[in-house]
């Protein structure tokens, strides 16, 4: 725990630079000339594979200690111009990072496994990438540079990008400027409906695009001024601009191709102008990437064939990696564990990352007993106790110690660890209000007890409980979601035993992944697994997926029958903002403290108000945090040249095959 904890702090280090990764990691100079991340469902966002499997890390160190990614791009970028181009032998590498994707398309992709196919098939204006040291950070890639913005007179900032020359598409077209700017106003439009759309929200004029009555023509203050040139304007300055151009999200797309709703799921028709092209794709089985002629840095990538293998069987893949088949899995099965530790020291690797595997309630489910008299106001805030009060049954260090053994580490905030306040304290360590713990749950062995007794204090106030038997009676029977693993079946079969320990039921249901996404993100569920991978260096990634609007709002907020509960208080007169609202709505409330967020330049009321954030979403109760990732997977021996990021995303482009 003292190891992987050291490594997370290591790693938040970096991530204001932004890194993770192993030795053999190409560096800066090794990678593409160029001109940064993000969750288990996050690409930021999700991971198809067990949590154990996946945990962000970049513990932070203090930021005084970190350069920024965008000072160390100059030196990576003109280290690569510098070296001589690689010559590139026939060479291929098999692996396994998850099962069928939901989606490929860079703007509806919202899962780590995706993110991570497209980050090899596509170029944005930025790029993840080493320096020197081996340490992760952003630099140019579709852009000649990363250009500081220029201030305008009413504190909005304009960035001019110009393209570097021989940008082409798979199909040998040109990549202009227009192809950005017709993705960046795709991605963020209603029409599209995006998970990630709010992703645009820094943009000047995106709140026209979704206002209720938008203004005639109103999109993205983003345009191609010529061929070559990009321009786009920022409601305000934004710390983490350069991280964004590096996400999925912002690569672009041609308008042509994506006309075709399909294009994104044939080989055929997939146009894509990174490093790769998809050449095959047999659904459910492997998709091929084939080195693409036609990148501009064609010569620096080394590996000419990438084959991912999709499968959520834990134990295939291992059978696979053993005999060698296949390169990397990143799924084992949770009972082989320790004995993988033991037999590969070399190739079981456990990596940091910045995530939070949690689980997550549908806040519309009813909960309360059957004949409850409880309404409105009242009844909100009883389903938000009952709801935390369950929090607080569940044995975290039993989940990471007997079950993950990953080395993750209790979690008691949903703001991972790895995230940094300006003074370079740990954000998770000043969440909530109590003196004696870091966050909003005492997560110590020691603390157990205690929990489960204030628990059923609690839930008696709802509920008929037998003091004989320590049995509830009452409580409605819950359906646990989980997508196929047997990470995830483990900790839910352990979820579905502490409930039933108390007289509460709790039926599994497991769903192959891209089903699972689905189901969970229209919410057809009662409780689920989730898990959220940091997008980029700051913690409202964490916090602005649950806006009303959010396509990654998989609990509902201000959906269903909660858009009409007004039950949320907020108060921020006393950091001279003029917002109080007494018995609001969640659009009322939290939605404006996240554009509050965004929109305010003072860092220290910045963090304030994210705070303030955190211990709304937590009051809730609909987010059961569990811990904070690591990415546990299997890498073969003779592969060098591998790395990944603190979003979870692997590059295989630099790699060799011994």
């Given at each position: ?6 490594l ?7 991530f ?10 190409p560096?800066?100079?090794?990678a593409p ?13 999700e ?11 970049e ?18 970028e ?5 070296e ?11 692996v396994?990072?998850?099962?069928e994707?939901?989606?490929l398309d860079?703007a ?5 496994d ?5 980050s090899h098939?596509?170029s944005?204006?930025a790029?993840?990438a080493?320096?020197d040291s ?7 890639d579709?852009?000649t540079?990363?250009?500081e913005?220029v201030?305008n ?10 393209l570097r020359?021989g940008?082409?598409?798979s ?9 950005f700017?017709?993705?960046?106003q ?12 709010y992703m645009?929200e ?8 979704w206002?209720e009555?938008?203004?005639?023509g109103a999109?993205l203050n983003?345009?191609?001024v ?7 304007t920022l409601?305000?300055?934004v710390?983490?601009?350069?991280e964004?151009?590096a996400?999925p ?5 041609r308008?042509d191709v994506v006309?075709?709703e399909g294009?994104?799921?044939?080989p055929?028709?997939?146009v894509?102008?990174?490093?790769y ?7 459910n089985?492997l ?6 002629p ?11 064939k990438i084959e991912?293998?999709l499968s959520?069987?834990?134990n ?8 060698g088949t296949w ?10 564990i320790a004995?993988l530790?033991?037999?590969y ?5 456990v990596e940091?990352?910045?995530g939070?595997?949690y689980v997550?309630?549908n806040v519309?489910e009813?909960i309360l007993?059957?004949g409850?008299?409880?309404e409105g106001?009242d009844?909100?805030n009883?389903?938000?106790e ?8 569940f044995?975290r260090n039993?989940i990471v110690?007997?079950?993950?053994q ?14 940094t306040?300006p003074?370079g304290?740990q954000?998770?360590?000043t969440a909530?209000?109590?003196?004696d713990?870091?966050?909003?749950y005492?997560v110590?062995?020691?603390a157990?007890?205690d929990?489960?007794t204030q ?11 037998d003091?004989?038997?320590?049995q509830?009676?009452g ?10 693993s047997?990470?995830h ?12 320990g108390?007289g509460?039921?709790m ?6 992944w891209?089903?699972f996404?689905?189901t ?6 009662s409780i689920?697994?989730?898990g959220w ?19 990654n709002?998989?609990v509902?907020f201000?959906?269903?029958?909660h858009k009409?509960v ?6 921020l007169?006393?950091?001279?903002l003029?917002v109080k ?10 939605d404006?403290?996240i554009k509050?967020i965004k929109g305010c330049?003072?860092n220290e009321v ?6 303030r ?6 009051s809730?109760?609909c987010i059961c945090?569990?811990y ?6 299997m890498?073969n021996?003779?592969?060098e ?7 979870g995303y692997?590059?295989f482009?630099?790699c060799?095959?011994?």
């Amino acid at each position: 725990m003292k190891k992987i904890l050291a490594l997370v702090l290591a790693l938040a280090m970096v991530f204001a630079l932004t890194a993770c990764g192993g030795t053999t990691t190409p560096k800066a100079s090794e990678a593409p000339a160029a001109t940064e991340a993000p969750a288990e469902e996050s690409p930021a966002a999700e991971e198809a594979a067990p949590a154990e499997e996946a945990a962000p890390a970049e513990e932070s160190t203090p930021a005084e200690e970190a350069a920024p990614a965008e000072e160390a791009a100059p030196a990576a970028e003109e280290a690569a111009a510098e070296e001589p181009a690689a010559e590139a032998g026939a060479s291929s590498i098999a692996v396994c990072l998850a099962s069928e994707p939901d989606t490929l398309d860079p703007a509806l992709n919202s899962a780590v496994d995706g993110a991570t196919l497209v980050s090899h098939l596509f170029s944005g204006l930025a790029k993840w990438a080493q320096d020197d040291s081996g340490a992760l950070v952003i630099v140019p890639d579709a852009a000649t540079e990363l250009v500081e913005g220029v201030e305008n007179e009413d504190g909005t900032v304009t960035y001019t990008y110009t393209l570097r020359d021989g940008m082409k598409w798979s199909d040998g077209k040109d990549v202009t400027a227009a192809d950005f700017a017709f993705a960046w106003q795709r991605a963020a439009s209603v029409e599209l409906g995006a998970d990630y759309g709010y992703m645009f929200e820094v943009v000047d004029g995106y709140d026209d695009v979704w206002a209720e009555e938008p203004p005639e023509g109103a999109q993205l203050n983003v345009k191609a001024v010529d061929d070559k040139t990009l321009e786009v304007t920022l409601a305000n300055a934004v710390s983490y601009w350069n991280e964004l151009l590096a996400f999925p999200t912002y690569f672009p797309v041609r308008e042509d191709v994506v006309s075709n709703e399909g294009w994104a799921t044939d080989p055929s028709t997939y146009v894509s102008n990174g490093a790769y092209t998809m050449t095959g794709w047999n659904h459910n089985s492997l998709i091929t990437l084939e080195k693409n002629p036609n990148y501009v840095d064609a010569d620096k990538v080394l590996m000419d064939k990438i084959e991912f293998y999709l499968s959520d069987d834990a134990n295939n893949q291992l059978s696979n990696f053993k005999n060698g088949t296949w390169q990397l899995i990143d799924d084992v099965p949770t009972n082989e564990i320790a004995a993988l530790k033991a037999d590969y020291p070399d190739e079981f690797k456990v990596e940091g990352q910045i995530g939070t595997y949690y689980v997550c309630w549908n806040v519309n489910e009813q909960i309360l007993p059957e004949g409850s008299e409880l309404e409105g106001v009242d009844a909100e805030n009883a389903k938000a106790e009952i709801r935390n009060a369950i929090s607080l049954i569940f044995d975290r260090n039993y989940i990471v110690d007997d079950i993950a053994q990953g080395g993750q580490v209790p979690a008691s905030s949903f703001v991972a660890m790895g995230m940094t306040n300006p003074d370079g304290t740990q954000f998770y360590q000043t969440a909530g209000s109590s003196e004696d713990f870091d966050g909003y749950y005492n997560v110590s062995a020691d603390a157990l007890e205690d929990n489960f007794t204030q628990a059923i204090e609690v839930l008696k106030k709802y509920y008929d409980y037998d003091e004989t038997t320590g049995q509830f009676s009452g409580f409605p029977t819950l359906t646990y979601l989980y997508n196929t693993s047997e990470g995830h079946k483990a900790i839910g079969e352990y979820l579905q035993s502490a409930l039933a320990g108390i007289g509460i039921t709790m039926n599994l249901e497991n769903q192959e992944w891209a089903t699972f996404l689905n189901t969970r993100k229209n919410g057809d569920y009662s409780i689920a697994r989730n898990g959220w991978l940091a997008d980029y260096n700051d913690p409202i990634c964490f916090l602005d997926m649950w806006t009303t609007a959010s396509g990654n709002n998989d609990v509902q907020f201000g959906k269903g029958a909660h858009k009409d509960v007004a039950a949320y208080s907020l108060d921020l007169t006393d950091l001279g903002l003029d917002v109080k609202v007494e018995n609001g709505t969640w659009a009322e409330t939290y939605d404006v403290l996240i554009k509050a967020i965004k929109g305010c330049t003072d860092n220290e009321v910045r963090y304030e108000l994210m705070h303030r954030a955190e211990d709304l979403l937590m009051s809730t109760g609909c987010i059961c945090p569990l811990y904070f990732y690591t990415d546990l997977f299997m890498l073969n021996k003779d592969v060098e040249g591998f790395f990944s990021n603190p979003l979870g995303y692997k590059y295989f482009m630099y790699c060799t095959v011994k």
